[in-house]
């Protein structure tokens, strides 16, 4: 299935900020970018990057520097898939869930409300991206009589947003991504009963 992969890679990863530099911010995204394109081959999707500016990638890049729903609205065409490229612990496995479910709209949220990874199959449906996206994308494609399939998933549902996640993917993950946080010194620590990111 056609596979866009949206992607801004200026000043990306904010709410990284306080424990990864500018250019750190950028590797690491580029590293999570990378897994994705894999992930979705592995699937026998079809990835395209759609990034805000010309980027290195190994697939197709679309550039559209318009805001994220405008951009991917514009480039969904038949039947689309819409993945995230900070989802660092998708697998090839969760994926083929994500193309098999049935539905006008297919949706993997994210926690806290966010919409990780979608598959659009009605022309009317509209792209409402950030804040509580799942919710509007929800209200998005009842007001235009789409069905809706849900996909439960813990690494589609787990995006790579703030320093709490990257212990998730220490622990989870399984490619540049996490190789490229172990190389920056980070590990998993016990504190408390709990599991914490922490950088030597
Ligand atoms: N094409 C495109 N992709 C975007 C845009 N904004 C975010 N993205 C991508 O959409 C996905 C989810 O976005 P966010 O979780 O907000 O990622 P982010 O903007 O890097 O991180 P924050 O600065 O913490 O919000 C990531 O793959 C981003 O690279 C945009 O304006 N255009
Ligand atoms: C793009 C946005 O991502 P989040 O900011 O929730 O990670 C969303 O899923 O609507």
Do not use: K
């Not at 596979?3 to 990864?20: E, H, I």
């Not at 994705?36 to 697939?59: K, N």
């Not at 589609?156 to 946080?181: F, Q």
């Amino acid at each position: 299935m056609r596979t866009l992969v949206p992607f801004g890679p200026s000043n990306p990863l904010t709410r990284l900020a306080a424990v990864l530099s500018p250019a750190e911010r950028r590797q690491f995204a580029d590293a999570m970018l990378a897994d994705v394109l894999r992930t979705v081959r592995a699937a026998g999707g079809d990835p395209v990057v759609l990034a805000t500016e010309p980027v290195d990638a190994d697939a197709p890049v679309v550039v559209d520097d318009r805001d994220l729903s405008t951009a991917v609205e514009a480039a969904i065409g038949g039947e689309t898939a819409v993945v995230m490229a900070d989802l660092a612990l998708a697998t090839p496995d969760a994926l083929e869930r994500l193309y098999e479910a049935r539905g006008d709209v297919v949706v993997a949220p994210g926690r806290g409300g966010g919409t990780n990874a979608l598959v659009v199959r009605h022309d009317g449906f509209e792209l409402d991206y950030h804040g509580a996206s799942y919710r509007a994308h929800r209200e998005n494609a009842a007001r235009v009589g789409a069905t809706v399939e849900e996909v439960d998933s813990l690494r589609l549902g787990t995006d790579i947003d703030e320093p709490g996640d990257l212990v998730d993917l220490l622990l989870l993950g399984d490619g540049r991504a996490v190789d490229w946080l172990r190389d920056a010194g980070f590990r998993v620590r016990e504190a408390d009963g709990r599991a914490v990111a922490e950088r030597e």
